[in-house]
């Protein structure tokens, strides 16, 4: 999926662009993005302002990395060469991302949500597979490789929440847990936490949080209250797991 630097610097912010003006459409429309998820409510629907909290500094942190992908140069020397391969080489699975997520949101604001759901499959797929199978570990000294860390885990880690979420009300809306939704939810979440670091370690704390308080607004206390058990037993094994490492 290599490609030079010279067109990351157009791709990588073409598709924020993309994404920003499809987020102002879901916001703006009418029904707007919010109106749906409250029409379409399943066992994994977070509540809806913990995404609008989440989005808002992470897409402070892609502007952060944007801004380092157009201003560095390779042929400057050697470290800035380093320095842009480490994001060049996140740019196409970020742009896929992108463009994910704002196809999605021309099919969740229609209602269409088996469609929709594709798109979020595509995504989530795809950066976890990136931070999971290709993104090294983190250089602290550099700031291109911190900044790439905390922008591809961070979608990630929502990329996780939106799997979640459009899967059920696509397939499962108005249904409630059962015991297989609880057992899967809690193993699922143990095992990412057993190999996360604590910025997507974190993501997925922040994940059941908003699910838990999601289901208890809409009145379901019982699996609320597990899903707070689940991100307090997620948090302790994101501290064991990079505290004992």
């Known amino acids: 999926m290599g490609i030079t630097h010279s067109t990351a610097r157009w791709v990588a912010p073409l598709s924020f662009a993309i994404d920003f003006a499809a987020q102002q459409y879901g916001m703006l429309a009418t029904p707007n993005m919010k109106d749906i998820h409250d029409a379409n409510l399943s066992f ?3 509540q809806p302002y913990f995404i609008a909290a989440f989005f808002f500094p992470q897409q402070l942190f892609q502007l952060a990395w944007l801004y380092r992908l157009w201003k560095l140069d390779p042929s400057k020397n050697a470290q800035e060469k380093n320095e842009v391969g480490i994001m060049v080489d996140f ?8 463009l994910c997520i704002a196809s999605w949101m021309i ?11 594709i798109f979020v499959l595509v995504n989530s797929l ?18 291109s490789s911190i900044l790439t860390h905390i922008v591809s885990k961070t979608f990630a880690g929502i990329g996780v929440l939106d799997f979640l979420h459009n899967g059920s009300v696509a397939y499962y809306d108005h249904q409630g847990p059962n015991l297989a939704v609880k057992v899967l939810t809690g193993v699922g979440f143990a095992a990412l936490a057993g ?18 308080v999601g289901q208890r607004g809409i009145g379901v206390l019982g699996w ?22």
């Open 44 to 46: 994994w629907s977070p």
């Open 91 to 98: 740019v196409p699975f970020y742009a896929v991302g992108n």
């Open 107 to 117: 099919f969740w604001n229609s209602s269409a949500l088996k469609t929709a759901n």
């Open 126 to 143: 795809t950066q976890l597979t990136y931070i999971f199978a290709r993104l090294p570990p983190m250089n602290t000294r550099s700031t």
């Open 195 to 212: 190999c996360s670091d604590w910025v997507f370690g974190g993501c997925l704390v922040y994940d059941l949080v908003a699910l838990a």
């Open 224 to 245: 609320s209250n597990l899903l707070g058990l689940y991100a307090l037993g997620t948090a302790g094994i994101v501290v064991v797991r990079n505290v004992v490492r």
